[in-house]
């Protein structure tokens, strides 16, 4: 399996080496910098994998409050929330709280139902700790990347989930609006797409067949506004993934917009100097706005 994203350490995807015309980023461009700090971090499990990372802005709250979700083909020997330290700061500058979300991988206990019941866990512990931190829980923006856009849709979704459902809970955290970089909403697409840079086993390990409850198409529409921006020149997730999920969407009657900006790769989603990521924010801003 060639990895959506990877760790510090010596993993890093073939996929996304630069095209012969050059100028994206890789991998190594982004994890190689200068990380900041979070300010604080919450276990809400006895995992090591099961935390939360908290950035706050330096300005009086409450904080409008971004709850992020990282990638990484849901494994985490390929990456873990740090992954999402370098734009977690730059919303922090910016004056928005960040809630950044671990879980585990399919390789770490996770897959179904754990991974979910990990990610539904980390984002409801929000409100358990909203007054501690003064973060503002009337609007919360979801903002994912990779497999990680996956799980924030589910996030916004789950209320629709069949009570029968193992992943079903009463009551989850709201979300207003959601923001997916080169997400993989459509699981079953994303199984029979051979050329997607997580590869097509690791839907069998993520959801063991239970489409129904995970795949974010069965849970259509989930009456949460959603932007999706995907690279022109993503090698990691094929554009026709997030075009065919986004076209079920709005016929499911979701609000719902696409942006393909051209110099963009996997990396640059997720880069805080990009254009890509300044669309994202441009996004971010809007829906707190709403």
Known sequence: MSGCAPRTGPIVPTAVAPPASGGLLRWPD??????AVADAMIRYGTGSNQQISVWLPKRQ???????????GC?????????????IADDLRQDGYAVWNVDYRGVDVGGGYPNTFLDAAAAADALRNHAAEYNLDLSKIVAVGHSAGGHLALWLAGRRRL???SPLYRDEPLPIAHVVSLGGLPDLELTAATPDNGCGTEVIDQLA????????IPHLLPIGVPQDHITGQQDRIIPQKLTRDFVAKARGAGDQVTIAEPDRTGHVELIAP????WALAKQ???????R
């Open 30 to 35: 982004l994890i190689g910098r200068e990380r």
């Open 61 to 71: 709250g409450p904080h409008k409050t971004v709850l992020m979700v990282h990638g």
């Open 74 to 86: 849901w494994t985490t020997e390929i990456a873990d929330l740090t992954l999402m330290d370098w």
């Open 162 to 164: 069949p009570k029968d």
């Open 208 to 215: 063991s067949g239970h489409f129904t409850d995970t795949s």
């Open 273 to 276: 100097e990009s254009a890509a």
């Open 283 to 289: 996004h971010i801003m809007k829906a707190f706005a």
